[in-house]
C-alpha cells in the first residue's frame, strides 16, 4: 500500500518560505514507490538520475528501462494531470509544484518523428521492430555482436584522438596531384603569397 504523500497537505506548500529540502513521493512503472528527499531547487533530471541511482536497492529493477524512456506526470496547482517530457526535465521542483510532491513515471510516448523512422525501418527490413528485437537467430545475434564491436572500436577511436585527428577527420585535407599551382590560385596570390584570415566563432577576433 501507498503511504500518504509527505509534502503537507497545506494548498500554499509551494509558495510559502520553502525549506533547502522537499519530500517526494516518486510512483515507478514497476509498481514501487520511492520517497526522495532532494533540495528545494533540484531540476528533474536530478530528480530522476538520484531516483534511478535509489531504484538498483529496490526490488523489481530489473524491469525498469534506461531512464530517457520515461518521463515525469504530476497533478500541477490547477488539478490538471500534466506530463513534462524529456527536453523539459531542466525545469526545478519550485517551478512545476506538483500536488502533495507526488511524481509519477510513466513510459515516454513515441514521437510522430520517431513513429515515422521507426515504419521506414520496418518496411526496409521487411517486418515489424518489435519482431526483428525478439528474433532470437544465430546469425542476427552474430551480426550484432559483430557490429556492436565496430561501434565500441570507432568510439574508442575517437576517444583517444589528438586534435589534429579529429580535424583531419571533420575536414579532411584535398592535396592536389600536381606540384603546378593551379591557375586559378595564382590569379589569388600576391607575391606568390596567399593570406588566410580565420575568424574565431562568437568572437570578433580575426587571426
Known sequence: ??????????????????????????????????????TWNATLRHVK????????????????????????????????????????????????????????????????????????ISHLIGKGLNEFDGLRSSEVNDFRTRTRYIAEESLIKRATATDLDRLRYQCPPRLANSHHVPTTLLSHMNNHCFYLTTKVADTEELL
Request: include cysteine; proline fraction near 9%.
Open 49 to 120: 538520475e538520484e531516483l534511478w541511482d535509489k531504484a538498483e536497492g529496490y526490488p523489481l529493477y530489473g524491469m525498469l528501462h534506461e531512464m530517457s524512456g520515461y518521463v515525469f506526470q504530476f497533478v500541477n496547482s490547477l488539478a490538471v494531470l500534466e506530463e513534462v517530457s524529456v527536453d523539459d526535465e531542466n525545469k526545478r521542483l519550485r517551478d512545476i509544484k506538483p500536488v502533495f510532491g507526488v511524481l509519477k513515471i510513466v513510459e515516454r510516448s513515441m514521437r510522430p518523428g520517431e513513429q515515422f523512422l521507426n515504419m521506414q
Open 1 to 38: 500500500m501507498v503511504p500518504a504523500p509527505s509534502c503537507p497537505y497545506t494548498w500554499d506548500y509551494w509558495t510559502a518560505s520553502p525549506s533547502y529540502y522537499v519530500e517526494l513521493t516518486c510512483l515507478l512503472p514497476n509498481s514501487v514507490y520511492i520517497p526522495l528527499r532532494p
